[in-house]
């Protein structure tokens, strides 16, 4: 499955922004989703998953409350909805996507991946 993330950009502390990831190859339904990123010099860490059955989602501790994924199987699209976001969110921002319905917070685990996407906060 090819994926590609979009919808970054540079923003104010306290904006919004959105991001898509469009999937594309293969049936998407059956896949869970997620959103990992990486800052410079630091390791990518997972930020936030949904469940191919768009049940469950799970999210890393620092956004939450913050920031909504969601998913649209009819488009082959999900989304990271980012509010109040802070400047410690500047990151690279990838899309993931993985066969069977844990959220794994480990990149290891995921094995589709799209092109990062910048989402760079202003402070």
């Known amino acids: 499955v090819q994926l590609q993330a979009s919808g970054g950009g540079l923003v104010q502390a306290g904006g919004s922004l959105r991001l898509s990831c469009a999937a594309s190859?293969?049936?998407?339904?059956?896949?869970?989703t997620g959103w990992f990123r990486q800052a410079p010099g630091k390791e990518r860490e997972f930020v936030a998953g949904?469940?191919?059955?768009?049940?469950?989602?799970a999210y890393a501790g620092a956004v939450k409350g913050r920031f909504t994924i969601s998913r649209d199987n009819a488009e082959n699209t999900v989304y990271l909805q980012m509010n109040s976001l802070k400047p410690e969110d500047t990151a690279l921002y990838y899309c993931?996507?993985?066969?069977?319905?844990?959220?794994?917070?480990?990149?290891?685990?995921?094995?589709?991946w799209g092109q990062g996407t910048q989402v760079t906060v202003s402070s």
């Open positions: 993931a996507a993985r066969d069977g319905e844990p959220i794994w917070e480990s990149p290891t685990r995921w094995i589709y």
């Open positions: 190859g293969r049936t998407f339904s059956p896949l869970t």
């Open positions: 949904v469940s191919r059955s768009d049940r469950r989602a």
